[in-house]
């Protein structure tokens, strides 16, 4: 981890931002070796209702993020996303299972214990609520002064906190007076005032146009990189998941579907998430050709062998689509191949011989 800049922003006497983890005491601990998980969720079950009218949002699920990991958490409409936010925040109790944050065990604690573990995490939310009276220094203040920080001590870790988020000179400004994505910068600061071990992104970006939601993405990375922070990223893009996250999550129906690091993940063929993060177009088919969908991964077959196999299949064999992506590194592609119906069979015992697994293009999702 590079070395944590010395930002004083904690609640408590002032101590280094990242160095310092405060249990709930507010006595430091030393640095979590990176390998630890600092978010911790296991059998999570929540029932809605009950009787004939209950609803299943999650059916048990099991997640880990370890210290300066950022994780996504992606899936359909009703997978169980935001249901799983409200949980891991308490602000639902689970049905059954546990959840830990940061070695806290949240679904034991009482709700005035809740109350301070919940420092534990930061929210960031699609709309950032501003307190439109106050300054942008005021407005990252207020979780400070929530906590019982003196008024010097929070005016001077907020000019921090904006600092760290590239807001400093803004200050004095009135959210009204600030863009969108400014805005989130603020939403940001805030969240980390009190320090949380762990960043939940509820859609951070949701509402901000390509550039300045790859300027926000950008400085989740810098702040995790700076201060070790977790991060958990609920999205329903995948863009944010390719730019942003080391590892993902697939809901489905309150499942887990699929997990894994990203471009691991990119790279298992014929699955939802690599259809997903690496997505090609729709094409049609029919009568005499077929569309086989091929995924590869330079951790496996380098690209040049895949185009150099496509190229030597001949006339029988066009590209008709294809998206290569380099994530974590590691290059990772996708290609829809337009192939004689005749000549299906032929091509894809060729590809399976280099290592590549061709499917139906369109064929059921795994
Ligand atoms: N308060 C509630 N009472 C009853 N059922 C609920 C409640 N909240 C959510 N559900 C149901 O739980 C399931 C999961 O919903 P949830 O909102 O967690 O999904 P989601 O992935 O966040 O969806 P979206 O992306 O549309 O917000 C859905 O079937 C939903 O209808």
Avoid: W
Wanted: hydrophobic share 40%; aromatic share 2%.
């Amino acid at each position: 981890m590079p070395t944590p800049p010395t930002l004083s922003a904690s609640v408590g006497p002032c101590r280094p931002l990242s160095a310092s983890r405060p249990n709930l005491e507010g006595v430091p601990l030393p640095p979590l070796p990176t390998d630890t998980a600092r978010v911790r969720i296991a059998g999570l079950r929540k029932v809605y209702g009950s009787g004939e009218r209950a609803v299943t949002a999650l059916a048990g699920i099991d997640l880990t993020v370890r210290a300066g990991e950022i994780h996504g958490v992606v899936g359909r409409s009703g997978a169980g996303k935001s249901t799983l936010i409200r949980c891991l925040t308490l602000l639902e109790r689970p049905t059954a299972g546990t959840i830990e944050v940061d070695g806290v065990e949240l679904t034991a604690l009482g709700e005035r214990q809740l109350r301070s573990a919940r420092r534990r995490i930061g929210l960031v939310f699609q709309h950032v609520n501003l307190l439109d009276s106050r300054t942008i220094a005021g407005n990252v203040a207020y979780p400070l002064q929530i906590a019982g920080v003196g008024r010097r001590e929070r005016a001077a870790r907020a000019l921090e906190l904006l600092d760290l988020v590239g807001l400093a000179d803004r200050a004095d400004a009135h959210p009204a007076q600030l863009s969108g994505g400014q805005r989130q910068r603020v939403g940001i600061a805030r969240a980390l005032a009190v320090q949380p071990a762990v960043l939940l992104c509820d859609e951070p970006t949701s509402a901000l146009d390509g550039a300045t939601t790859r300027q926000i993405l950008s400085l989740i990375r810098d702040l995790r990189d700076r201060l070790g922070i977790s991060v958990l990223v609920i999205t329903h893009e995948m863009s944010v998941v390719r730019q942003v996250c080391d590892t993902v999550t697939l809901l489905d129906g309150g499942l887990v579907a699929e997990h894994g690091p990203v471009a691991e993940a990119a790279g298992r063929p014929g699955t939802r998430l690599a259809r997903a993060l690496i997505p090609v177009p729709d094409l049609p088919v029919g009568g005499e050709r077929a569309l086989l969908d091929v995924g590869f991964s330079t951790e496996r077959t380098p690209t040049a062998h895949v185009l150099r196999a496509v190229a030597d299949l001949g006339a029988a064999v066009e590209v008709a689509a294809g998206t290569i992506e380099t994530i974590a590194g590691r290059q990772v592609g996708r290609l829809q191949l337009d192939v004689r119906a005749d000549r299906v069979a032929v091509v894809e015992e060729r590809l399976r011989e280099i290592g590549l697994v061709p499917t139906a293009a369109g064929e059921g999702e795994r």
